[in-house]
């Protein structure tokens, strides 16, 4: 029986694991996708405040032009919040990878306290889970901003 039982534990920490990392795979994705929008929105509104200053005032109309699109870029920017969602992906990602090695760690615990240690994992990871809905610049993210947990 403690062979099956053994058994059973390993093919619930590889089905853990695999959960975790399918869990985190997005998160890279996304990571990389709201830093360009944060960071080259950030570049395009520069510029475009820097063109609106330098412009010689025979192109005033082109300057207008340009201090408009760096306006729109910054409240387009503050609105949709890619900053603080860059980072919040870059946190998930970091607690489902450190979710990971804990599930690694288990193979070398003794094998009585695996059982109970793959438990807490599985606590760990709904944890986690629940901090998906908080995601910055999404009206579930404002009303569970107050949620750390």
């Known amino acids: 029986m403690a062979a099956a039982d ?4 390993v093919q619930a920490a590889d089905n853990l694991r695999a959960t975790v990392q399918g869990a985190a795979r997005p998160h890279a994705r996304a990571a990389r996708i709201d830093s360009v929008w944060h960071n080259a929105g950030t570049g395009l ?8 200053t330098i412009l010689p005032s025979n192109f005033s109309t ?3 032009v340009a201090s408009g699109v ?7 920017l503050r609105a949709l919040d890619f900053g ?9 990602r970091a607690r489902y990878t450190s979710l990971v090695d804990r599930v690694d760690r288990v193979a070398v615990l003794p094998p009585d306290q695996r059982s109970e240690a793959l438990a ?3 606590d760990e990871l709904a944890r986690i889970r629940a901090q998906e809905r908080a995601i910055p610049g999404s009206a579930s993210g ?8």
Do not use: C, K
């Open 120 to 122: 807490q994992l599985y």
């Open 6 to 9: 053994e058994g059973g534990l």
């Open 70 to 76: 760096a306006t729109f870029l910054i409240a387009l």
């Open 84 to 92: 603080s969602r860059w980072r919040w992906h870059l946190n998930m």
């Open 62 to 64: 082109w300057a207008r």
């Open 45 to 52: 509104a520069l510029a475009a405040t820097t063109a609106a």
């Open 142 to 149: 404002v009303a569970a901003s107050g949620n750390t947990g």
